[in-house]
T-cell receptor, first 116, second 109 residues
Framework: ETGVTQTPRHLVMGMTNKKSLKCEQH?????MYWYKQSAKKPLELMFV???????ENNSVPSRFSPECPNSSHLFLHLHTLQPEDSALYLC???????????????FGPGTRLTVL | GQNIDQPTEMTATEGAIVQINCTYQ??????LFWYQQHAGEAPTFLSY??LDGLEEKGRFSSFLSRSKGYSYLLLKELQMKDSASYLC??????????WGAGTKLIIKP
């Protein structure tokens, strides 16, 4: 148990569906992250939020839309996805994203997404 | 470009020792992390190295050579529960983590 929870753990959706992934951290952290993990590939950073403000968007297609209502919760809204978007989506948190400071990231168990 | 290389898969025997290597080329260096990820579970933090040398933590040790752009994770007295993927990640000059693709470690009895 890392203190970061994600729901749902598994999701199957069609290309025309709209769904949302939820992440919650109970660590009192101020930074939250979305990553995509595909088989045999490095983790791909998608979005970073620091004190509820988005600080990174690594050229992610607009069919992925993040939302961070507070420092403990992070959502990833999905719509009109493609089969190649099938992957494990991991959420992580860290104390803060700050220049000159290294923080360890703590991960949730991920949502296994399958797009049909 | 930035690059992290680690072997795709390794096999070792229960009770033995295994060394998982990681080489990196990044824009700046603010430390190297190792994470363990069991199938279907969250990656969990194992170690962080920012200075050259060996850091020991129980059965696991991590080594760093900044001049060679090289690190390894050493696992001793292997147990079946050590079967997992081991992820190497480097924090670059922008304090962003650059990840390797992970090494799947298979432990045989």
């Amino acid at each position: 148990e890392t203190g970061v929870t994600q729901t749902p753990r598994h999701l199957v959706m069609g290309m025309t569906n709209k769904k949302s992934l939820k992440c919650e951290q109970h660590l009192g952290h101020n930074a939250m992250y979305w990553y995509k993990q595909s088989a045999k590939k490095p983790l791909e950073l998608m979005f970073v939020y620091n004190f509820k403000e988005q600080t990174e968007n690594n050229s992610v297609p607009s069919r992925f839309s993040p939302e961070c209502p507070n420092s403990s919760h992070l959502f990833l809204h999905l719509h009109t996805l493609q089969p190649e978007d099938s992957a494990l989506y991991l959420c992580a948190s860290s104390p803060a994203v700050a220049g000159g400071h290294v923080d360890t990231q703590y991960f949730g168990p991920g949502t296994r997404l399958t797009v049909l | 470009g930035q690059n992290i290389d680690q072997p795709t898969e390794m096999t070792a025997t229960e009770g033995a020792i295994v060394q998982i290597n990681c080489t990196y080329q990044t824009s700046g260096f603010n430390g190297l992390f190792w994470y363990q990820q069991h199938a279907g579970e969250a990656p969990t933090f194992l170690s962080y190295n920012v200075l050259d040398g060996l850091e020991e933590k129980g059965r696991f040790s991590s080594f760093l050579s900044r001049s060679k752009g090289y690190s390894y994770l050493l696992l001793k007295e292997l147990q079946m529960k050590d079967s997992a993927s081991y992820l190497c990640a480097v924090m670059d000059s922008n304090y962003q983590l650059i990840w390797g693709a992970g090494t799947k470690l298979i432990i045989k009895p």
